[in-house]
């Protein structure tokens, strides 16, 4: 009997050992896609435009060395055509005449230039003060989600407000009972 005690005691140093070797967790991952292999991303391969053959060759534009191409993918033009959303606003700099308003409300207490990395930064302050304990490691569960709770927007509880001013929201599902 106490052998078989002294086996499974064993057996569980040994997978707890094991599982010590896995990550690095020095630093905190965030929660994102991202090929982390040697093999090919299948999100970096984007598929041609079909050849099209103009009625006339005056319509094709002059070659511009370095330029786009009449076939080359644009997957982010793509996308805004595909939502409705006029795909040339993609080429103008600046703010579009219909939103000064919008730019102008929301950068009057300033605009930071390294809000990624001030964020990114912010986010790594705080995931270290949370680090996820070993019990949890093990069983799978994550800290993300309770660590940034108090920051995260219910979106019924706004719904609700919204609808109880007045706001129409045509788009918004029912209220779960």
Request: aromatic letters at 6%; charged letters at 25%; hydrophobic letters at 35%.
């Amino acid at each position: 009997m106490r052998r078989a005690y002294s086996g499974i005691v064993i057996v569980m140093v040994a997978v707890l050992a094991l599982s010590a070797c896995g990550k690095n967790r020095k630093t905190p991952q965030l929660m994102t896609f991202r090929n982390s292999g040697s093999g090919p991303d299948e999100f970096a391969i984007l598929p041609t435009k079909p050849l099209q053959a103009p009625e006339f060759s005056e319509a094709l534009p002059p070659p511009t060395p370095g330029g786009t191409n009449l076939t080359d993918p644009t997957p982010k033009a793509d996308a805004v055509a595909a939502l409705g959303g006029r795909p040339e606003q993609l080429q103008r700099t600046g703010v579009v005449e219909g939103d000064v308003a919008l730019v102008s409300h929301t950068t009057r207490y300033g605009v930071a230039s390294d809000i990624r990395t001030a964020l990114a930064a912010d986010d790594e302050n705080v995931r270290r003060g949370n680090r996820e304990q070993f019990l949890r490691r093990i069983f799978g569960a994550n800290l993300y989600y309770r660590t940034y709770k108090e920051q995260t927007l219910d979106e019924f509880e706004e719904l609700e407000r919204f609808r109880n001013l007045g706001v129409r929201t045509p788009s918004a599902p029912p209220l779960p009972e």
